[in-house]
């Protein structure tokens, strides 16, 4: 079969035949339609400080996709042949102390899909059934591709209540979009948005964020005066992974406002924790997705009318995969979408 696969240790990806991988008891053997690109993927192409010492070659790229159900191993219920999947892209101990308790994704020993073991950008990947999420309601394909960085941004916005809240997301990445899309579909009473592309905020616009701001022409303060506000964002969700955007989140938040961080920062920097402090602020760090309750709201958002389709902004046959990452590379789209069926 193809697959984009890290064949050296040096920046680039290649489209190569591998051998079928072999559903083993308990495994889903399925068929890749969509795969999403994420961020990980840019890293593990560009073979950064990071890539370098969580990859070994050769591995098969990719953890967001939607498929078919294309044969079981032995000892897999509940799924058949020709249901359409998407897949949990963390692989759990199931031995560790928060799996045997049932919080499988504060497990200790997570194995990343398409990082630790060969992924999904491929013709066919094989899963084992506990990390399969069957879709039971239609879902359209290129959503179901991005179910992964969805249930980021679901974990994330529904982390702190926030119904008739004031919201500020710090980066419209993809996952900030769909954030800012979440918190608004449900019920928070504004939605800023932030960040240095005005092409990105121009899509979190579509994706329903009531006020957008580019931090390179104006203070987090500004959008504090635009929205009326008069003593500070109530939620901070933090979706840059960059330090002033932290700083700036945690000099506008309100007494006892609630920060959760899901973006990841390349490296140590100090924030003003004295204020944190006085200000009685809750910062929560957040991983991934919660399994499989983040999955089950994903369903259930996306059937009560929540719209995703702004946040998808190129689809690619899987042959084109260098103009695809290079567009995702640019930091200007939403998420780019590879189609693995033609
Ligand atoms: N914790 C997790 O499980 C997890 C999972 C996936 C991604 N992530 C991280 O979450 C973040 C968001 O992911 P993404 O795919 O949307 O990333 P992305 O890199 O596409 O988006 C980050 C955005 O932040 C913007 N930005 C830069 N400086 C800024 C500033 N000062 N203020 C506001 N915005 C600024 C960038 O222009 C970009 O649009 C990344 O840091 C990523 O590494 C974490
Ligand atoms: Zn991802
Ligand atoms: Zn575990």
């Known amino acids: 079969m193809k697959a984009l696969v890290k064949q050296h240790a040096e920046p680039g990806l290649w489209l190569v035949d591998v051998p079928e991988p072999e559903p083993g008891p308990g495994d889903v053997l399925i068929r890749v339609l969509r795969t999403g690109i994420c961020g990980t993927d840019l890293h593990i192409r560009s073979w950064d400080t990071w890539a370098r010492g969580a990859v070994s070659t050769p591995r098969v790229l990719g953890h967001e996709f939607a498929g078919e159900v294309a044969a079981l191993g032995p000892d897999v219920e509940d799924i058949a042949v020709g249901d359409l999947v998407s897949g949990e892209g963390h692989l759990v101990c199931g031995r560790c102390r928060n799996c045997l308790a049932g919080r499988r994704h ?30 039971r309601t239609p879902v359209d394909l290129d959503i179901a591709a991005i179910f992964d960085p969805f249930g980021n941004a679901v974990h994330t916005a529904l982390s702190f209540p926030l119904v008739g809240e004031d919201v500020l997301i710090t980066g419209a990445g993809p996952i900030g979009i769909m954030a800012a899309a979440v918190a608004r579909h449900a019920g928070a009473r504004h939605v800023a948005i932030t960040d ?45 992974g960059r330090p002033e955007a932290l700083r700036e989140m945690v000099g506008n938040m309100t007494h006892g406002g ?52 702004p946040v998808i902004t190129g689809t690619y046959g899987y042959r084109d995969h260098q103009a695809a990452f290079d567009e995702a590379a640019t930091a200007r789209s939403g998420k780019i979408i590879l189609d693995w069926t033609g």
């Open 258 to 309: 609630r920060i959760a961080l899901l973006g990841l920062p390349a490296e140590e920097f100090a924030v003003d924790w004295s204020r944190i402090v006085t200000s009685m602020i809750t910062i929560k760090g957040i991983y991934g997705r919660e399994m499989f309750e983040t999955w089950y709201a994903m369903t259930v958002l996306l059937e009560a009318g929540l719209d995703l389709s």
């Open 196 to 240: 240095v592309s005005d092409a990105r905020l121009e899509i979190a616009r579509k994706a329903g964020a009531d006020l957008t701001l580019n931090v390179s022409e104006h203070p987090v303060a500004e959008a504090q005066r635009r929205l009326g506000l008069k003593e500070g964002f109530d939620i901070g969700l933090e979706m840059s």
């Open 106 to 135: 504060l497990c200790r020993s997570t194995i990343g899909l398409g990082v630790g073991r060969d992924g999904a950008f491929a013709e066919y990947v094989v899963l084992p059934a506990g990390n399969v999420w069957v879709h």
